[in-house]
């Protein structure tokens, strides 16, 4: 690898910590630091994060622990005690982290911190753009820094960056109760390539965008500012053979040993997980305390082991969470428990890694049942370690993790007696079936370990083109500004412009979209300008095209070309033969899909006829529309017709029939010495920019893929170019040409 790497996480993979003779750094343990330490080294890039709460170290120890840093390649980014209560504990923690995670209820009413969250991450962006070099790729990690991608695409544009989401992305109608999701949304789409654990969170992201932003996504990409930006699922996995290779130590296997033999021949239950409400703890324990109410027998045959490793003690939901936690293990103790033994066993502590996996080798049944988890890497850690292919996941249908482990007993960790039983189930599972389903487990992580999941991610990111910022497409070297400045110059000047989502914007009920009085007001002020002609190109009906513009002084293209008017008093004329059947034999199955289909409507014209699905709900719509495609393009094979994907249309029109017919019927005598502006905003005005010569100007509306040479973001955008050639062509012609007014044009 040629490039640095630049990671950026709000924690580093080392914990610093002041001593009597100065800074100690302890390697973090954590997946992340795993996965990707091999990359930060081998690639001679930067780590850059938080360091910690460095606020009662001394000068000295600052100096020292920077100096360290240095050392390793890590890039500290220093916060105020303030700035961790707010951004950290408040914001990110009190806010992003329960909503993420459907846990809406525990979002305060007084969401304070967003000021500081900003800020932070404005922090990190000059952080990173400060020891950025070209050609440097940058990853982000998480929930607490999803603006800077968008931070950082203004402060080094070109950069290739890639975002990655360790927890869930929810479903559009939970994220929209964030107030600032706009913010949140356009800050990752700053990145290049934004990942997420899942093909399931990934349809959330991409349903938020649609919902909230109203940005479509083709598959996986959508276009931003003349960037595309990819989406995409990486599963997280674990280091498989790290794990495997410490279950298999003498200390370790000697761990496990000791934990059955002080179980005193009881099966061993475990659930290994930080103290957090999103893990399911509570419901977990109410599950274990239903089953020993149900089966007594099992109070004395039964030990289950809870490791609660400490977390965000310095919140008081958190403290409150601990304080139910360890309330609920006393009444189950207290009412399940016998003269030999206390069911619940509760460990509220780290465990060293030869613990945590003699824990793992000694389980009989591992229970893993969060409410909603990114991924929860505890599972995989379970099949990791488990060399001896025996064991039984209990595994949360909401974890991430649940979408690959497929030899796991999936359960609704909400559904309290089902918790019961499978338990019971795993208890009692034959010898078998164990075997089988953790062979499963270990043949999935191993092959999709941490390092496969780092390499998938970065290797996609480097594939990448690179970004073309905004304005001009890529490889133009003009921007559409400065060509446009100088249209004064051209003696003639044609204009062609596509009339829905160019002139007017988009709207659910195509009847809505007649032309408002601005629209109307510059297609006349330009149409009257001496030298400059004015056609309007657009797939209506030639019937609504008069209706609407008819007494304008432009030519008005119907039907996509195939009808063809010059002027206010001039006929109609067709541009193309129409055969007799026309499209009569594929209606009943536009009338079926459109029966099937509410908010779908069918438009029926000359030679053409069109499948609206605007305002059919987004994912059913598209669905549907993929399925009519199909269909369609069966019915219609040896045919003279040609089905075309629009913007929320299906459209069947006569082969050959398409914008570029107004480009093929342009003499060159018309073309010489004329500056051809063409802009349009579909798929259709594609036709139209490749057909023109390689003189004329062509421009998209949007974020769309396109053949255009430039590009505008919106219908008001095309309507501010409009205005300025108006003016400018305005004053050109209306000058006299003396020097000094030769020279106050030039300026």
Known sequence: MTNRLLIVSNRLPVTARAVDDGVRLTAASGGLATGLRPWHESSGGLWIGWPGD?????????????????????????????????YYHGFSNRVLWPMLHYLIDRVPVDAMGWDAY????????????????????????????????????????????????????????????LPWRSEVLNGLLGADLVGFHTFAYVRHFVSALFHLEGLE??????????????IGAFPMGVDAAGFAAVAETPEVVAEAEAIRREAGG?????????????????????AVARLLAREPDLRDRMRYIQVAVPSRGEVESYRTFKREVEKSVGEINATCGTLRSAPVHYIHRSLSQRQLVGLYRAADVMLVT??????????????????????????????????????????????????????????????????????ALRRRVAAHDIHEWADGFLERLASMPGSAGTGAAAGTARSLAS???????????????????????????PELAAPDPEALELLGGLAALPGMTVDIVSGRMHETLEAWLGHLPVSLWAEHGFWYRAGPDEAWQSTALIPEDCIRRIQPILQQFTASTPGSHVETKSASVAWHYRRAEREFGARQAQELRMVLSEALSNQPYEVLDGHKVIEVRLRGVSKALVARRMQPSETAGTLVIAIGDDRTDDDLFRALPESCVTVAVGSRPTRAKYRVADHRAVRQILRGLLDALRDAREEPETGAGRAARQA
């Open 483 to 509: 060509v446009l400045a100088e249209a004064h110059r051209a003696p003639r000047v044609r204009l062609l412009l596509d009339y829905d989502g160019t002139l007017v914007p988009l709207v659910r009920s």
């Open 118 to 177: 900003a800020e932070v991450n404005e922090a990190f962006a000059d952080a990173v753009a400060g020891v950025y070099r070209d050609g440097d790729m940058i990853w982000v990690h998480d929930y607490q820094l999803m603006l800077l991608p968008g931070l950082l695409r203004k402060r080094v544009p070109r950069a290739r960056i890639g975002f990655f989401l360790h927890v869930p992305f929810p479903s559009s109608e939970v994220f929209r109760i």
């Open 266 to 286: 009881r099966k061993i239950v475990v659930g290994v997980d930080r103290l957090d409400y999103t893990k399911g703890i509570l419901r977990r324990l109410q």
């Open 217 to 230: 996504t083709d598959i996986d990409r959508l276009w931003v500012d003349g960037r595309e930006v990819r």
């Open 370 to 439: 969060p409410l909603r988890d990114g991924m929860n890497l505890v599972a995989k850690e379970f099949a990791a370690s488990r060399v001896d292919e025996d064991g039984v996941l209990v595994l949360s249908e909401f974890a991430g993790a649940a979408a690959e482990l497929d030899g796991a007993v999936v359960v609704n960790p909400y559904d309290i007696e089902g918790v019961a039983g499978s338990i019971q189930r795993a208890l009692s599972m034959p010898a078998g079936e164990r075997h089988a389903r953790m062979a």
């Open 54 to 86: 460095v606020s009662r170290f001394t000068p000295a120890q600052r100096s020292e622990l920077d100096h360290r840093l240095h050392e390793r390649a890590i890039v500290p980014v220093h916060l105020s005690p303030d700035q961790i209560d707010r």
